[in-house]
């Protein structure tokens, strides 16, 4: 069905650009025509999955829609993936291929999605399964873990993020796309694009760094799909506001929790621009709900809420305070012998998903994560709730807490990162919290930094921050 709806609009539309990236781009035409014609060599190559080391090209995009034609499953790893964390992938994915422009060494075959008219392996035989994609999230074991998406799932997930409102009345519009292909927020933007008919394109450059890409790409997208962290770095920049950017309408927020100061100054830099903030996890083909965030919703909940129950994937229930899964979106467990959250209700897949969470007047409010509460002093503390309150400080812009540890692994202290304009001191910031937060929540220290360092898939990157 998600292959098929790639083909329809190669047949309506074969001259409009389906992606595009640095310069290069590939029509919904050419995409259909190389995709099938790759789809028969991948299916005379090899009958298991299929690794894609995800670049942001129009040969990246072109192998993901031929592993969909041929029925194969893809995994796509990041560009900058470890040989170990390569070995770890291939074992547990089974994977007999990857495609990459550069040859890595290992037990499988290697090439670039161009050789595979060369390759000679002959496939044992047909795969079977239902899997669409396989991505690979990090593991509490220090090893990743393997979350396959089927093509069930998949296919839900393009039939309900095709039907929110703004974007099921957009037609041809040019997306840009944030996330790295490995990590699994591409999903919104690549299968809503390639689905709908629109045209994705991708920035060279990366953020905090080379603002000037990033920013000359989005100033042709018409909606964008990203994280917070990137919201947040963009606002940064002070002619990052509606007068250089008129196209763009429409901001697709998942990953990680926006707060109302993000949204807010969003809305004032761009009066009258539609703000949808989604969750969902990996589990659950990236997103499972999602609310439209304006300035009524602002200023009635401090915590802004990321759903509205009625209108989601699958069904959404609240146990002991856990956000849990259960119905079409989510996967069938993970690979290997990892658990996790996943299990089976008379037959049907449901996942605990970790997050902490409650409803109200309809809609899901996603508090905080069970593994990222801090407990100091006997007091359990949600790290997001003080950096809210420290960006409601004037002249606080960005900022992230963690805990400091001892020995034995338990918070001895906390530590705020701040990014702020240049007369804001830790004094300064810590008066303000006073008037916000009770004393045990007040970070013991706070450290100014030019920028928060950020993952690959751009979200804040405490563990970097934890060991400075």
């Known amino acids: 069905m998600t292959a098929e709806k790639i083909r329809q609009n190669a047949l309506r539309y074969p001259e409009r650009t389906a992606y595009s990236c640095g ?114 999230t990090s593991g509490s074991t220090g090893k990743p873990k393997g979350v396959p998406v089927s093509r069930a799932n998949l296919e839900n997930f393009v039939s309900w993020i095709s039907s929110l409102e703004p974007l099921c009345g957009y037609e041809g519009i040019t997306v840009m796309n944030q996330a790295s292909f490995a990590f699994d927020l591409s999903v919104a933007d690549l299968y809503y694009s390639l689905c709908g008919g629109h045209t994705l394109i991708s920035p060279e450059g990366t953020l905090p760094g080379d603002y000037e890409n990033v920013l000359g790409t989005l100033a042709k997208a018409d909606a964008a799909v990203m994280t917070p962290t990137f919201m947040k770095m963009l606002l940064l920049e002070k002619d990052f506001r509606c007068e250089y950017f008129p196209l763009l309408g429409c901001v697709f927020f998942c990953g990680e929790r926006l707060d109302a100061v993000t949204a807010k100054k969003l809305l004032e830099r761009f009066p009258g621009i539609h703000i949808i903030n989604a969750y969902g996890p990996t589990e659950a083909a990236c997103a499972v709900c999602s609310v439209e965030i304006t300035d009524e919703i602002i200023s009635k909940y401090p915590l802004l809420p990321v759903g509205e129950i009625s209108s989601a994937a699958t069904e959404i229930r609240i146990e002991n305070g856990e956000i849990v899964l259960r119905g079409k979106s989510v996967f069938s467990g993970y690979l290997g012998e990892e658990t996790g959250g996943y299990f089976s209700e008379n037959g049907v897949n449901c996942f605990r998903t970790g997050d902490l969470g409650y409803t109200e007047n309809g809609l899901l409010f996603c508090s905080g994560r069970r593994d990222n509460q801090i407990k100091l002093n006997g007091f359990r503390i949600e790290a997001g709730d003080i950096e809210n309150n420290i960006c409601k400080i004037p002249g606080a812009l960005q900022c992230c807490v963690v805990p400091v540890c001892g020995k034995g692994g338990e918070a001895k202290s906390l530590t705020a990162y701040v990014v702020a304009e240049k007369d804001v001191t830790a004094e300064y910031i810590k008066a303000g919290l006073e008037k916000l937060l009770p004393g045990y929540m007040i970070p013991k220290k706070i450290v100014f930094l030019n920028s928060l360092p950020v993952t690959r898939n751009g979200k804040t990157d405490r563990k970097k921050l934890m060991k400075l």
């Open 23 to 136: 310069g290069r781009s590939i029509t919904y035409g050419r995409l259909w025509e190389e995709a099938c014609k790759y789809a028969e060599h991948l299916k005379r190559i090899t009958s298991s999955s299929v690794i894609i080391i995800a670049s942001k090209s129009p040969e990246t995009v072109t192998a993901i829609a031929a592993c969909l034609i041929s029925g194969l499953p893809y995994v796509p790893l990041d560009p900058a993936v470890t040989p170990a964390r390569l070995e770890d992938t291939i074992k547990l994915s089974g994977a007999e291929l990857i495609i990459s422009d550069e040859k890595l060494p290992g037990p499988v075959t290697c090439c670039s999605l161009g050789e595979l008219t060369g390759c000679r392996k002959t496939a044992k035989s047909e795969y079977t399964g239902d899997t669409a994609y396989i991505i690979f």
